[in-house]
T-cell receptor
Framework: EDQVTQSPEALRLQEGESSSLNCSYT??????LFWYRQDPGKGPEFLFT???AGEEKEKERLKATLTKKESFLHITAPKPEDSATYLC??????????????FGQGTILTVHP | DGGITQSPKYLFRKEGQNVTLSCEQN?????MYWYRQDPGQGLRLIYYSQIVNDFQKGDIAEGYSVSREKKESFPLTVTSAQKNPTAFYLC???????????FGPGTRLTVT
């Protein structure tokens, strides 16, 4: 069974204080690992897809990296507007073009001014 | 603007009543999905559909039903058989050949 565990559950940072969120996963065969941002009361917003170990993707202050067992979301010099819940999900290789996403429980990030 | 719409944003029902949540997309995506989100838990897949007139059960399909009569629409019915229906319901879609799923704004259902 595919599993995703995110840590920490909650992270409080001061503005400008860089840090990382962790996503550990077990999957029979990884098709892709996905990061989403979710604001309170809203649907998740797609951030990144990572396909293979060693791959990195960047967007503004966020950088996602992938190894064979985990992914990190690095946040550099965060701002209060980066406060949100960050969700990690994996999709296993399957016989079709579509596959379910298995989600972690999320990390709640709060950035104080 | 292309996107996914879910209505209503908030829904209140009495126990024992069936309720239908709407999901529409104009992204021309082939696949559509329904997830449920509860506090402190990851999103869990209820049903998904890859093509019109075909759908598959996800991990927690009991007490739910769906239909896919049009490519753009994938309504979810929460029946009275669902034991804990109060939750945040999210609809998503994806394009053939791409694995990312894009989400709608969600419907918060409260059953008392």
């Amino acid at each position: 069974e595919d599993q995703v565990t995110q840590s920490p559950e909650a992270l409080r940072l001061q503005e400008g204080e860089s840090s990382s969120l962790n996503c550990s996963y077990t999957v029979s065969g990884l098709r892709g690992l996905f990061w989403y941002r979710q604001d309170p009361g809203k649907g998740p917003e797609f951030l990144f897809t990572l396909y293979s170990a060693g791959e990195e993707k960047e967007k503004e202050r966020l950088k996602a990296t992938l190894t064979k067992k985990e992914s990190f979301l690095h946040i550099t010099a965060p701002k209060p507007e980066d406060s949100a819940t960050y969700l990690c999900a994996v999709q296993a290789v399957s016989g079709t073009s579509y596959g379910k996403l298995t989600f972690g429980q999320g990390t709640i990030l709060t950035v104080h001014p | 603007d292309g996107g996914i719409t879910q209505s209503p944003k908030y829904l209140f029902r009495k126990e024992g009543q069936n309720v239908t949540l709407s999901c529409e997309q104009n992204l021309n995506h082939d696949a559509m999905y329904w997830y449920r989100q509860d506090p402190g838990q990851g999103l869990r897949l209820i049903y998904y559909s890859q093509i019109v007139n075909d759908f598959q059960k996800g991990d927690i399909a009991e007490g739910y039903s769906v239909s896919r009569e049009k490519k753009e629409s994938f309504p979810l019915t929460v029946t009275s058989a669902q034991k804990n229906p109060t939750a945040f319901y999210l609809c998503a879609s994806s394009r053939r050949g791409q694995y990312e799923q894009y989400f709608g704004p969600g419907t918060r259902l409260t059953v008392t």
